[in-house]
């Protein structure tokens, strides 16, 4: 058995607006081993997005416990937790959320510029990690003078830049056209297998979510599980 990278028991959210509260998780449990890839699917306002950013450390469970590569998150402090996030986590958007000012190499270079490495080895890794994504002829454009699929691809790298353990991606490809989803698949794919990271991808694109080995429906709270085998 591999090592387990997400050890979650009974993750609960509760949102309070004065006398009124809402549940978005109910008890959520979850296991991902190093190198599996979980597709979360579910109905829009089911708390996927909830879910992927308490996982991700940008919001705070309101009951349960959980552990990141056998640390106890709620253990560390704010600070620590940021600085857990940035070593051995990466993120990925629907929208890329790239820096319109800078570059593809400084976009990416950026995780590894706020962990404190010096620019040049930042960059030197940024511009490997660029041509991993088939983007080494895009090293000094702005994402203004990219396409979509090419940001979405920048986003990427900047997101495995740092060889995280473990990468929560947020409706990867709902921005792009059947071919680019296609494309945005198969490097997360081949990236998967090379790095061994793991993924953890909320979407409502089924395609995507058969591809992947193991998925989970979200419904009143909780997760389903179902075996799958990863489809060509």
Known sequence: MNKLVVNCQQIGKVY??????????NG???????????????????GKSTLLHILGTLDQASSGKMMILEQDIA??????????RNQN?????????LLMEFTALENTAMPLLIAGMAAKQAHQKAAAMLEKVGLSHRLNHKPSELSGGERQ???????????PALVLADEPTGNLDKQNALKIYQLISELNQTLKTSFIVVTHDLELAA??????????????????????
Do not use: C, P
């Not at 991902?32 to 890839?37: F, K, S, T």
């Not at 986590?89 to 959320?97: E, R």
């Not at 691809?153 to 060889?163: G, Y």
């Open 211 to 232: 591809k992947l080995n193991k998925s989970a429906y979200l419904d009143e709270g909780k997760l389903k599980f179902h075996q799958q085998v990863r489809s060509a």
């Open 75 to 84: 253990a560390l402090s704010r600070k620590e937790q940021a600085m857990f």
């Open 89 to 97: 986590l990466g993120f990925i958007y629907q929208f890329h959320h």
């Open 28 to 46: 959520v449990d979850l296991q991902l081993e190093q190198g599996e890839m979980l597709a979360i699917v579910g109905s829009s306002g089911s």
């Open 153 to 163: 691809r920048v986003a990427i790298a900047r997101a495995l830049v740092n060889e």
């Open 16 to 25: 309070q607006d004065g006398a009124l509260s809402t549940d978005v998780l």
